[in-house]
């Protein structure tokens, strides 16, 4: 069947306007998601103070600063948490508008402490993730690796010290030293014996 040229420029006209009357769907429409996508939380920041921290009988405290921000919704919570070297340790520090240092709920700096206590594990503890959701629900979370490739501290070097303010040594690091204090007391009689029995003549 032949079908006349008027006819394919008429159908083509209606389907036309067909199309141009449908309005785009939220996912279609480029605003849309613009706008849905700028609602997401940031991290622009994150430092902490002191980098090493030295132990004795009383805890320590580090303190943490963070920038985050959100264009169109202020920002709900904040949590960054720390690992100890075996990772069955492990530090939490949660904040929230009463951290707010400087700027607004929607970009800012947030600041809080965290504490470490003497029985913390010794070693480089690391920085596991920072997490910040705003009050929509929406949520930024970034782990310890990609923390450092953004050019954020990861690292922190936990000591102990004795109370002399001597740092104490690792256990492995006495090995063969076991007997030290049977060879001192045996060095001790062994001198106090030559002073106090020796011949008269060896006296001035």
């Not at 100890?84 to 492990?90: D, I, L, T």
């Not at 070693?123 to 993730?129: D, L, N, S, Y």
């Not at 929406?138 to 450092?148: L, S, V």
Request: hydrophobic share 45%; proline share 5%; glycine share 4%.
């Amino acid at each position: 069947m032949i079908v006349s040229a008027k006819l394919i420029m008429a159908l083509l006209v209606i389907l036309t306007s067909i199309a141009v009357s449908i309005p785009m769907t939220m996912a279609q429409s480029p605003d849309a998601c613009v706008a849905t996508s700028s609602t997401y939380p940031r991290i622009l920041g994150f430092d902490f103070s002191p980098r090493e921290l030295s132990l004795a009988n009383a805890s320590s405290q580090v303190a943490l600063q963070i920038h985050v921000a959100d264009e169109n919704v202020d920002i709900d919570s904040i949590e960054a948490v720390f690992s100890s070297p075996s990772q069955n340790q492990s530090l939490a520090a949660f904040m929230n508008s009463t951290n707010l240092h400087s700027g607004d709920a929607r970009n800012g700096s947030y600041t809080t402490n965290i504490s470490f206590s003497p029985s913390s594990e010794i070693g480089i503890w690391t920085v596991e993730r920072l997490i910040v959701c705003d009050r929509m629900g929406d949520c930024k979370r970034i782990e310890g690796a990609m923390a450092e490739t953004l050019g954020f501290p990861a690292k922190l070097q936990i000591l102990k010290r004795a109370e002399n303010g001597n740092i104490i040594i690792d256990p492995n690091e006495l090995r063969g030293w076991a007997n030290t204090d049977k060879r001192f007391a045996a060095q001790r009689k062994i001198i106090i014996n030559s002073v106090f029995n020796r011949p008269s003549i060896c006296w001035p």
